[in-house]
């Protein structure tokens, strides 16, 4: 190792000899030393033996440049932040290949890594103090942040036709400030919801919810059901059955009540309703007339019947459900009996 001026001066035949062995040593080992030479040049190369780099100088000579190549490891570009060798960013310009394993950052350092397009500055943007990924932004508040303007944001593609899954351990949201489409098949729209929050089908009464094989389970409506078409007289608001407790306004006139229960089925404003009365003895000299109907009568009276023990052995009565009422009749019969079964459908208000 050694380094030369590279001025040759006038002497002895010997002596002018071993000054050109000397600059011919310092060219063929890059001018190697500890300490750069005395006397530079612009583009002079020097191998820094106290850092194990190769510099150069400069166009101007005024400062040596570390070259990023390493003179102690075989086909290696040695770029470590300065902490070594001095070199703090390389340059690409071109096509460039890598073939083999890349690790970048590989000592941890809190520090982003970015790729900027034509257009974009944060093409695409690695956080460095949490890992989150951004594209389109340079500030992203997810493992996964997508920022974009009018065009397409995202779009996932599976041109084998194949399953899609997304899994999450947790709760997820998937959100948009406008329309959210989802399509099949390319483009051909199948369910839209809308920026109110409503949700279409992509065309109108094309599909269907659910299929003979795949049935829902519960379906929960607040409003009402249009069935067959869109018009009032298909729109179903209301359905539902359930017990209801009678009891006499005007009891019978002999015998005795043991109990009264009741069952009804209200579909729109059709009700059925059903009571059982029984007890011993009873009687209807004139008339009984029972309250706590569920649904109050609509602008019809409606007429019925009920049966006294066996039909078959002892008969029947009329009933009265008065308009706008809740209150029902039942007419006067001859003898007792220890049972009724009353039935009735009528309109409620």
């Not at 003895?281 to 009568?297: D, K, L, N, T, V």
């Not at 006294?308 to 308009?323: E, F, K, Q, V």
Request: glycine fraction near 12%; charge should be negative; charged fraction near 15%.
């Amino acid at each position: 190792m050694s380094q030369h001026d590279y001025i040759i001066s006038n002497d002895t035949g010997a002596n002018v000899r071993s000054d050109l062995n000397n600059a011919l040593g310092a060219i063929a080992s890059v001018n190697s030393g500890a300490t750069e030479p005395s006397t530079t040049y612009a583009y002079q190369l020097w191998m820094d033996t106290t850092n194990n780099v190769l510099k150069m100088r400069n166009s101007a000579n005024s400062a040596w440049y570390t070259l990023p190549i390493s003179p102690v490891a075989n086909n290696t570009v040695d770029i470590n932040g300065g902490t070594v060798d001095g070199i703090t960013s390389l340059s690409v310009s071109g096509t460039s290949s890598l073939d083999g394993a890349v690790t970048i950052n590989e000592s941890g350092a809190d520090v982003d890594f970015r790729i900027e397009s034509d257009t974009d500055a944060n093409a695409f943007f690695l956080q460095g103090s949490d890992g989150y990924v951004g594209i389109g932004t340079n500030t992203p508040s997810a493992n996964f942040h997508i920022s974009g303007g009018s065009n397409q944001v995202f779009k996932l593609e599976n041109t084998a036709e194949s399953t899609f899954t997304i899994t999450s351990g947790a709760s997820s949201t998937l959100a948009s400030t406008s329309n959210m489409v989802f399509a099949t098949g390319g483009t051909t729209e199948r369910m839209r919801i809308d920026s109110s929050g409503n949700t279409t089908p992509g065309g109108d009464n094309t599909q269907d919810l659910g299929s003979s094989s795949k049935r829902w389970n519960d379906l929960y409506v607040g409003g009402g059901v249009y069935l067959g078409g869109t018009g009032a007289a298909n729109y179903l608001d209301d359905y539902e059955e359930g017990t209801f407790t009678p009891s006499f306004l005007t009891a019978p006139s002999s015998g005795t009540v043991t109990s009264l229960s009741g069952y009804y089925r209200k579909i729109g404003d059709l009700v059925w309703i059903q009571i059982g009365i029984n007890g011993s003895g009873m009687g209807i000299a004139s008339f009984a007339r029972i309250q706590g109907i569920p649904f109050s009568c609509g602008p019809e009276s409606v007429t019925g019947t009920f049966v006294r023990g066996s039909i078959a052995n002892d008969g029947h009565g009329w009933t009265l459900l008065t308009n706008g009422t809740s209150q029902y009749y039942m007419s006067r019969h001859p003898g007792t009996e220890n049972n009724y079964a009353l039935s009735i459908t009528y309109r409620s208000v």
